[in-house]
């Protein structure tokens, strides 16, 4: 019996595609997926590099070779791309921005980090070595931590450069810079081969200010993605009526499909904004996320988001033929678009081909759009790109549900 039981679930399981598929076919499908984000960071050319910007306010040499060191790195991509270095006062010095704006463009997320080398403090002439500052975005945990270690190299090695250029031959005269010369005896003194380099400082410019940094950071992707489950589990009551003829016999009405698809939509956003704010405010008052500073901007993403979920579940539920069908499809598609888009991987871990392939996908611009709001707390014209973005994803996902529905109309 135990063999005839055996035998008639193979069978079932044999006979019923969907099921046949998610068995087989959908973990290989996932393990491709995590393959390309995690495999793809080998040392060839698709490995991210760094994005930084580079503030220079020091007149010193030690400042102006280390920032020539920093651009000769592989790993990083200095930010704005240099093709001509110098300028026509100085060809030899690197042009770089100012300490505020390279501090602001770490805040708004156009860089990873910012590194700074500001001019020696004036109540110790004695030292004449600059300051040098990292100002990272903690978002990018692993980008602050790999940036570190290459300032302090470049640092360090343009610091032996120079004291071994300005190191006095035996026999000759002594220095005419007293510092430097003075540094050489300390050296010697000590046993050291060449002065010590400046400390290098690690500022976090955004995730230092916050109560809850990490919850900050992921709540977004958690919210996004089930977000798109419920909402696609909720369309599936349009192949339940199709299913039990109830959409027959309201086609039949007065009622239009135009109708019957924008009442859906309406419905499935309306949901969707009380869930996303439902999670916010335990968030806020649970996790201590501020959400009270950053209603304007939490408004207007979560009703562009919650409008985009909607019809992307409407097209889901009008392409499949019936309600098991959307199960399967919306889990492998929502799970891949999750992973890929930064949902359950974050964006900074994938290489810059997957990164350009997760644009694709609507929770990549959904998530950045809440990550300005509550990380970066930004303002709102800072999210015209993603509530643009979201806005054309959600016309063009309840147009194509509706192309899809025209077989209803006709059967």
């Not at 920093?70 to 026509?88: A, D, F, T, V, W």
């Not at 349009?238 to 003829?245: A, D, G, H, I, K």
């Not at 988001?305 to 009008?318: E, I, K, R, Y």
Request: net charge positive; proline share 5%.
């Amino acid at each position: 019996m135990i063999r005839t039981v055996i035998q008639t679930s193979w069978r079932r399981l044999r006979n019923n595609p969907s099921e046949l598929f998610l068995t087989f076919i959908v973990p290989m499908v996932f393990f491709s997926i995590f393959a390309l984000i995690f495999g793809s960071r080998d040392a060839s050319s698709s490995t991210p590099k760094i994005k930084i910007a580079i503030s220079n306010e020091s007149p010193s040499e030690l400042s102006e070779r280390s920032v020539q060191l920093l651009e000769e790195q592989s790993s990083l991509r200095i930010s704005p791309p240099n093709p001509s270095r110098g300028s026509k006062s100085n060809p030899s010095k690197s042009p770089t921005f100012k300490r505020e704006t390279a501090q602001d463009l770490v805040r708004r997320g156009m860089v990873s980090a910012a590194v700074v080398f500001s001019a020696p403090r004036k109540s110790n002439p004695s030292d004449d070595l600059p300051k040098v500052e990292i100002m990272t975005d903690s978002f990018d945990q692993v980008a602050s931590q790999v940036l570190a270690a290459i300032v302090q190299k470049a640092v360090m090695t343009a610091n032996a450069e120079i004291a071994k250029t300005k190191s006095p031959d035996p026999g000759s005269e002594p220095m005419s810079n007293p510092v430097v010369w003075a540094r050489h005896n300390n050296a010697m003194a000590t046993g050291a081969n060449f002065p010590q380099p400046p400390v290098v400082e690690v500022v976090d410019v955004i995730g230092g200010k916050k109560a809850n940094p990490v919850v900050a950071m992921y709540a977004s992707g958690i919210a996004v993605m089930f977000l798109l489950f419920s909402a696609t589990t909720a369309s599936g009551s349009l192949l339940e009526e199709r299913e039990n003829s109830t959409l027959d016999r309201l086609l039949c009405s007065r009622l239009t499909m135009d109708q019957l698809l924008l009442g859906k939509w309406a419905y499935l956003t309306i949901i969707g904004a009380i869930q996303m704010s439902l999670m916010f405010i335990w968030g806020a008052l649970v996790f201590r996320i501020d959400l009270l500073n950053h209603l304007e901007g939490f408004a207007a993403m979560t009703l562009v988001t919650a409008g985009a979920a909607a019809s992307f579940a409407l097209m889901l539920a009008a392409i499949c033929q019936s309600r098991m069908q959307l199960g399967w499809v919306s889990t492998i598609v929502i799970l891949s678009m999750s992973a890929l888009g930064g949902s359950m991987v974050p964006r900074y871990l994938m290489s810059e081909n997957i990164q350009r392939v997760g644009l694709l996908t609507f929770n990549a611009w959904a998530l950045e759009g809440y990550n300005k709001v509550f990380w970066r707390e930004l303002p709102l014209n800072e999210l015209s790109m993603e509530l643009a973005v979201l806005t054309t994803c959600g016309f063009v996902f309840i147009l194509a549900a509706r192309i899809f529905a025209i077989r209803w109309e006709r059967s």
